[in-house]
């Protein structure tokens, strides 16, 4: 074998090697936020996808997974509009659309938040009349 064969076989797994270890942190910063929705819903989506992303794709992975966790939450699951930068980034909007695609088709309307409103609300959001006022009771 050619010496400059030997260089560009090296040069090939250097670089194979880069990209793998670049997708097995992608992989562990998706399933691994410390916000379990996140982590089930990115992770998920990473598993499925990452392999066929290109190099401009990762990149705007990575971006989404720069953002901070309760802000993204919020965008993915429409509680709040995405700034315009989000709402133009690939990785963002697929995964936004399959969670939008899947809150859709498995959980009526009526038991999400309206828009602008959080999605979670208190214990005690609903009192009824001569419940406890106060108190977990």
Known sequence: MSASTEN???EAR?????????LNRILYRSKQRG?????????????????KLDDNQLKSLTDVLDIENPDLWKWLTGQEVAP?????????????????GRLN?????ETRAVFGQPWVRGWDD???IG?????NQ
Do not use: C, Y
Not at 14 to 22: E, Y
Not at 35 to 51: C, P, Q, R, T
Not at 131 to 135: A, D, F, K, L
């Open 8 to 10: 560009s076989s090296e």
């Open 14 to 22: 250097k670089s194979m090697d880069g990209r793998r270890r670049l």
């Open 35 to 51: 916000f379990l929705e996140l982590d089930l819903v990115l992770g998920k989506w990473a598993d499925d996808n990452i392999e």
């Open 84 to 100: 315009q930068q989000l709402t133009e980034n690939p990785s963002f909007m697929e995964i936004h659309e399959r969670i939008m």
């Open 105 to 109: 088709a498995h959980s009526p309307s």
């Open 126 to 128: 609903n009192r009824k």
């Open 131 to 135: 419940g406890p006022q106060v108190g």
